[in-house]
């Protein structure tokens, strides 16, 4: 069965640090999305991706945060200069269409901003 | 702003109890509504969503949820709790708004089932 895979499982970084988190979707799916959760959280939406642009981002999403389709495969998000608050589970989904189409989640990334 | 509330974070069942999970949500337009579950150590997965038709839905595993649009609820429900039910369960929520694609999250339920 196909799945989302995530990489790598777990990041340690320096806070002021940039940190690059690496998804592959599912192979024919179009939409994209990056979701987070703060330990004790809710799950937090922060982009979703089609067509090689951004659809929508929340507020969290500022000017550090960015997302790439670098080739035909993956999904990366960047955190240009990493914030103890950054600490968090970062997944990635993939769908197939907007809307109730479901989104394929992966395992996600534990990042860890020291 | 829209929002989804879990009433029950965390909940402790012997197996065969029957199961009530508790979703609200607020946003008075066209919704669609999803159960995601996390097995430990596994990833996030449907357990079933709702965008039209006969408000009670049926999912894997033998778990159903209704949609009550008067009260803004989606609750989860199973007649008999396994111990391999023993999981994290989140209510997610999709508004139609424009290009609003994004799920809005509960803060999740953690179940516990004994054996």
């Known amino acids: 069965e196909p799945e989302v895979t995530q990489t790598p499982s777990h990041q340690v970084t320096q806070m002021g640090q940039e940190v690059i988190l690496r998804c592959v979707p599912i192979?024919?799916?179009?939409?994209f999305y990056w979701y987070r959760q703060i330990l004790g959280q809710k799950v937090e939406f922060l982009v979703s991706?089609?067509?090689?642009?951004?659809?929508?981002k929340s507020e969290i999403f500022d000017d550090q945060f960015s997302v790439e389709r670098p080739d035909g495969s993956n999904f990366t998000l960047k955190i240009r200069s990493t914030k103890l608050e950054d600490s968090a589970m970062y997944f990635c989904?993939?769908?197939?269409?907007?809307?109730?189409?479901?989104?394929?989640f992966g395992p996600g990334t534990r990042l860890t901003v020291l | 702003a829209q929002s989804v509330s879990q009433h029950n974070h965390h909940v402790i069942l012997s197996e065969a109890a029957s199961l009530e999970l508790g979703c609200n949500y607020s946003?008075?337009?066209?919704?669609?509504l999803f159960w995601y579950v996390q097995y430990p150590g596994q990833h996030l997965q449907l357990l079933l969503k709702?965008?039209?038709?006969d408000p009670l839905v049926k999912g894997i595993k033998g778990f159903e949820a209704e949609f009550i649009k008067s009260k803004f609820s989606f609750n989860l429900r199973k007649p008999s709790v396994q111990w391999s039910d023993t999981a994290e369960y989140f209510c997610?929520?999709?508004?139609?708004?424009?290009?609003?694609?994004?799920?809005?999250w509960g803060l999740g339920t953690s179940l516990g089932v004994n054996p």
């Open positions: 709702y965008f039209s038709g």
């Open positions: 997610a929520v999709n508004a139609h708004a424009g290009n609003n694609r994004k799920l809005i």
């Open positions: 192979s024919n799916h179009l939409y």
């Open positions: 991706f089609y067509n090689n642009e951004i659809s929508e």
């Open positions: 946003y008075g337009g066209t919704v669609n």
């Open positions: 989904a993939s769908s197939g269409g907007w809307g109730a189409n479901e989104q394929f």
